[in-house]
């Protein structure tokens, strides 16, 4: 074989190379703040079986709890409902909101009426996933 030359590659060994060109996306990180109460609730699946049409969407963003400038998901952990939201705050800001609102039982707001529905509070109801961070360069 010639220096110039690249060896043969069987096709398991060029689906590892697309694999490797191509990689997952990122899972979300956690802060690990001591006092945190977004990242115990964060999901970090990869992707997300939607309740009614069973079609499989992945997530192509990570971020964090101190993330901005994003669009979120909230999935129910007791049933198949699901919110989504977008917030320009940071994520443990918007969570902290609707931690808040759901303590102080706003029932007419979804997220506050859902958790009273199922008699739990918001951390036992649901879990939080970033879906699309909407401008990196304004996020953290």
Known sequence: MSQNSLPQTSESQHDSHQNW?????PKPSKCNGPRCKTCPVSDRSLSFVHPV??????FRHSG????????YLLLCNL???FYVGETH????FRINNH????KSQLSHLPIPEHT???GCTFDDTFR???????NPDLSQ
């Open 21 to 25: 060109t191509n990689p997952a996306p």
């Open 53 to 58: 049409t069973h079609k499989t969407y992945s």
């Open 64 to 71: 964090s709890c101190i993330s901005s400038n994003l669009v």
């Open 79 to 81: 049933c198949s409902a």
């Open 89 to 92: 705050s940071s994520l443990t």
């Open 99 to 102: 931690r808040y609102s759901s």
């Open 116 to 118: 009273c529905y199922h």
């Open 128 to 134: 939080v996933r970033i879906l699309k961070v909407l």
